[in-house]
């Protein structure tokens, strides 16, 4: 059943998106994600953007932005547009939250972990009923959508925890960093995208960015998450957990065995890096790709 959050965006001009983190190179997980959203963008003759998610620098690895770039040449990727850089973004995501503020659409929260911990993990949204408001803090959203489900492209009808999908989550930390959630709502938007395909990883954040797109009043993408790669149940290959760097110089190799972890048909692999995703695009098929959260791999 289609969620009405959702819009019909089959006559609007394709744009995806493959946005990697530089807090690491990119591994063989990052490179199935950078696939499955190209051979999606380009088999519906769309646009694929390269966006970077440079805004939380404790995590950030320096070089890892231009790394990242040179490896997706190396496999061949053509992106349209210059790369958008999140941290050049910063002055609209402020004035959002100001925006949000003067509106009684957010609030201060000076909650620890602990302190939510306390609560049973779930923020209560005490500090919005303080009668003195505090006036610093980490900044946390009015979440009056509580958007609890919505329709997968693959995965089909997602459902989450109603005490999930009601909480007023963290849209600016009270390190002064700006919240992923806030962040990608409003660079997917700026950017057009009208599909994003990620990992599975972030399927329930999707209820969450739903509920901003709501608030802002603007028209969310559809939504298409692939299977994880994982080495054990629930572990999944991240840069968090020093995944291998994917190999540059023998690309072949790795395209074709993200092609078979997607569920598509090999290819050529004596051709051009050009051809071989050329060849991709013509043959790939949504229907073939597993609807499942994860997938083991050998390590």
Same mark, same amino acid.
């Given at each position: 059943m289609p969620n009405p959050l959702t819009p019909f965006l089959a006559n609007k001009p394709y744009v995806g998106r493959f946005a990697p983190s530089p807090s $690491? @190179?990119? /591994? *063989? $997980?990052?490179?199935?994600?950078a696939l499955g959203s190209y051979l999606r963008a380009r088999s519906q003759k769309g646009k694929w953007l390269i966006r970077i998610e440079d805004i939380d620098p404790p995590r950030e690895i320096k070089g890892a932005a231009d790394e990242i770039l040179r490896t997706l040449e190396a496999?061949? #990727?053509?992106?349209?547009?210059?790369?958008? !850089?999140?941290?050049? %973004? +910063?002055?609209? !995501?402020?004035?959002?939250?100001?925006?949000?503020? +003067? /509106?009684?659409? @957010? !609030? #201060? &929260?000076? &909650? =620890? %972990?602990? /302190?939510?911990?306390?609560? $049973?993990?779930?923020y209560d949204g005490r500090c919005h009923r303080l009668s003195k408001p505090h006036l610093s803090g980490a900044v946390r959203i009015v979440n009056r959508a509580q958007v609890a489900q919505f329709n997968d492209n693959l995965m089909g009808e997602i459902c989450v925890d109603s005490h999930f999908a009601a909480e007023d989550f963290i849209i600016k930390r009270s390190d002064g960093l700006y919240a992923y959630q806030l962040a990608v709502v409003l660079d997917d938007a700026y950017q057009g995208i009208t599909e994003v395909v990620r990992g599975c990883d972030l399927i329930e954040a999707s209820c969450r960015q739903l509920s901003l797109y709501q608030t802002f009043g603007l028209t969310a993408p559809e939504w298409? /998450?692939?299977?994880? @790669? &994982?080495?054990?149940?629930? *572990?999944?290959?991240?840069?968090q957990n020093h995944a291998q760097a994917i190999d540059k110089q023998y690309p072949q190799k790795s395209l074709n065995a993200a092609l078979a972890f997607l569920g598509q048909a090999p290819v050529e692999a004596q051709g051009s890096l050009a051809h071989m995703l050329d060849q991709a695009v013509?043959?790939?098929?949504? =229907? +073939?790709i597993p609807k499942q959260p994860e997938i083991l791999i050998e390590s």
């Open positions: $690491g @190179a990119l /591994h *063989f $997980g990052s490179l199935i994600a496999y061949g #990727f053509e992106w349209d547009n210059s790369a958008l !850089y999140q941290s050049q %973004r +910063t002055e609209a !995501y402020q004035a959002q939250i100001d925006h949000l503020l +003067t /509106h009684n659409d @957010a !609030y #201060f &929260c000076q &909650c =620890s %972990r602990k /302190h939510i911990q306390a609560m $049973g993990g779930v298409l /998450h692939l299977p994880l @790669a &994982c080495l054990s149940p629930g *572990f999944k290959l991240s840069k013509a043959q790939f098929q949504l =229907s +073939t």
